[in-house]
């Protein structure tokens, strides 16, 4: 279970946001993790990524891009 969300973790993310080339400054990544984690967009269009908080980190970071991208296609339907 991840307590907090560290700067390794932080870094792990930004990896995936990279690849996506997606601004570092669009993104809020808050340190406290949470059950379930998730991904949103805020109003002021932000991407809000919540670390999952109960289950393995590597495993959950290996969905995030695909989370990130299904959040942005139901967005570019809407």
Do not use: Y
């Amino acid at each position: 279970m991840l307590k907090a969300v560290t700067l390794k973790e932080i870094e792990k993310i930004f990896e995936v946001l990279d690849a996506l080339g997606i601004s570092r400054e669009a993104v809020i990544i808050p340190l406290r993790p949470e059950h379930p984690g998730r991904v949103s967009l805020l109003k002021d269009g932000k991407l809000e990524i919540v670390v999952e908080r109960d289950d393995d980190f590597a495993s959950w970071v290996k969905t995030l891009e695909n989370r990130i991208r299904a959040l942005m296609d139901s967005q570019a339907e809407d």
